[in-house]
């Protein structure tokens, strides 16, 4: 039996790649979208988030916004240009993160902010969501206050910091006052339980 030389070239065997697939689902489009190069440039040296504990995936998100929301196609949604684009603006553990998300798991960019603001905020840097809770309190003190819940969340809502508050509508999945109150109460009690100090 004749011995393989020590200096053989193997066959090397490449992985496939066709059943490779993102966790982003974009929507049908009637029109073409010319990814250009200029406005990746722009987002690599101006929008990118790595997912450290310092950076804020909300902040992350206006920028971004800004940026995409200039690049204007006929007939394509911003959905689609949002979820083209967004891939772009991340690095190291954010981009780990994206590409490890379930296949066709992300079908719209609502989707997308509310699983990064899920995944990578710091429940602590908000305004102290404590004041829900002293909110409670003052409500439980004054039985007699009158007013519907409606007012009441709307209250609320309408006090909270403006940061506070793109959070609280991004984790809601949209306007947290177009919500029920009892779905607002039970939002904001999931907030204060991660957060309790």
């Known amino acids: 039996m004749a011995e393989e030389h020590p200096l053989a070239v193997q066959e090397v065997v490449m992985p496939s790649i066709s059943n490779v697939t993102s966790s982003i689902v974009k929507p049908r489009i009637s029109g073409h979208c010319d990814l ?74 609502n989707d997308l902010a509310r699983k990064i603001v899920a995944r990578f905020f710091l429940f602590g840097k908000t305004a102290k969501i404590r004041t829900w809770e002293q909110f409670k309190g003052i409500l439980r003190d004054c039985t007699h206050h009158n007013q519907t819940n409606k007012v009441l969340a709307h209250t609320f809502i309408e006090g909270l910091h403006p940061e506070t508050k793109i959070v609280v509508d991004t984790v809601a999945g949209g306007q947290v006052l177009e919500k029920r109150f009892d779905e607002i109460y039970a939002l904001l009690n999931k907030f204060y339980k991660r957060n309790p100090d």
């Open 36 to 109: 250009k190069q200029s406005m990746i440039q722009l987002l690599h040296a101006n929008v990118q988030f790595m997912g450290l504990p310092h950076e804020d995936p909300k902040q992350h998100i206006l920028n971004f916004l800004e940026i995409s929301d200039t690049y204007i196609t006929n007939r394509v949604t911003s959905d689609y240009v949002r979820l083209t684009l967004f891939p772009f603006s991340l690095l190291g553990e954010a981009k780990r993160w994206l590409k490890s998300e379930p296949t066709n798991s992300i079908a719209s960019w």
